[in-house]
């Protein structure tokens, strides 16, 4: 048993720490990785809000319609430690332990939303971090493109790549960065999902007219953290490669595409990649994803991965 003194010692450490962590970082503590204390409430689970896109006009989204289209993922637990005593409080909750420096202290809190298994030897450089789908999103991504063969084109340390494994019979991940696919190896083993992987170093542009799998995500690089700041609307053409020519290579494959984009994305230029046609075929789904009220990104469904009114 703790004495009293010890007690007092923990509490001045923990008040110690807490005046080092800025006002921001505290809130991000907070709502993002502990929610909210006083009530006792996990973190907030996702919402989802839906919208379809008919070539070649924009459909917009009214107050109503998100009602109308709104939903919310099954709850689940995303492995967020317990602080059961003060030196565990401490040892999650403290800066000292982000290996990566104080300007990554905002995502070095959110670990575990992006691996709930992150203390079992995730692997992660500094770009993973600002980069990779938080694993409840990339569950419901996965479940919405369960499927026989799916090819992740831009894999980077296997977030999506490890829930694709667990709804699809197999997964082709592919990254340009062999380091990046050292990660995702090693990633996909923690999760005992590796057997149902082929990692492949190269060139997705170059590797697509040799593929064959009925399902295509794409994750590209947005072009770091600064993309909220390039501009309002996020061009297409800022991707890295170019937004429009990722999507034609994906085509070759499938018309069964899962592109995953930031929140702030030209919808006018997601209109255009759609085909104009007479009978209403030219159609795909957003799904905007909210957590914690806030918009983390979109996703944008095409071909038979596109859903109805009916199933949503």
Not at 79 to 92: F, S
Not at 210 to 221: G, K, N
């Amino acid at each position: 048993l703790m004495t009293n003194k010890s007690k007092n010692r923990k509490k001045r450490q923990r008040k110690k720490l807490d005046k080092q962590l800025s006002q921001e970082d505290q809130q991000y503590i907070n709502d993002f990785l502990y929610g909210n204390k006083n009530d006792g409430d996990d973190v907030e689970e996702p919402a989802l809000k839906r919208r379809h896109i008919i070539a070649p006009s924009l459909s917009e989204l009214s107050s109503n319609k998100q009602d109308e289209w709104g939903e919310s993922t099954t709850q689940q637990h995303i492995g967020v430690p317990q602080h059961e005593d003060e030196t565990d409080y401490l040892r999650y909750k403290s800066p000292r332990n982000n290996p990566f420096g104080i300007h990554m202290n905002k995502y070095w809190y959110q670990r575990y939303r992006y691996f709930s298994l992150y203390d079992h030897g995730i692997e992660m450089d500094e770009e993973a971090f600002y980069s990779v789908t938080p694993e409840i999103i990339a569950k419901h991504i996965a479940e919405r493109c369960k499927g026989d063969v799916m090819v992740d084109a831009f894999c980077g340390v296997g977030g999506n790549t490890i829930q694709f494994a667990m709804t699809c019979n197999f997964v082709i991940a592919i990254d340009i960065d062999p380091k990046k696919i050292q990660m995702a190896h090693n990633n996909a083993k923690i999760y005992g999902v590796d057997h149902k992987i082929e990692f492949i170093v190269g060139d997705f542009l170059q590797l697509a007219p040799h593929l064959r799998a009925d399902r295509v995500f794409l994750s590209p690089p947005w072009g770091g953290p600064e993309y909220l700041q390039s501009s309002v609307i996020y061009d297409l053409q800022s991707v890295q490669p170019d937004g429009f020519k990722i999507f034609e290579k994906a085509k070759m494959i499938t018309s069964n595409i899962a592109y995953f984009l930031p929140k702030n994305t030209n919808m006018k230029q997601i209109a255009s990649l759609l085909p104009s046609t007479d009978d209403g075929n030219g159609e795909c789904e957003v799904q905007e994803h909210l957590l914690n009220q806030r918009t983390k990104a979109v996703t944008i469904f095409f071909g038979n991965l596109v859903g109805t009114k009916s199933n949503k």
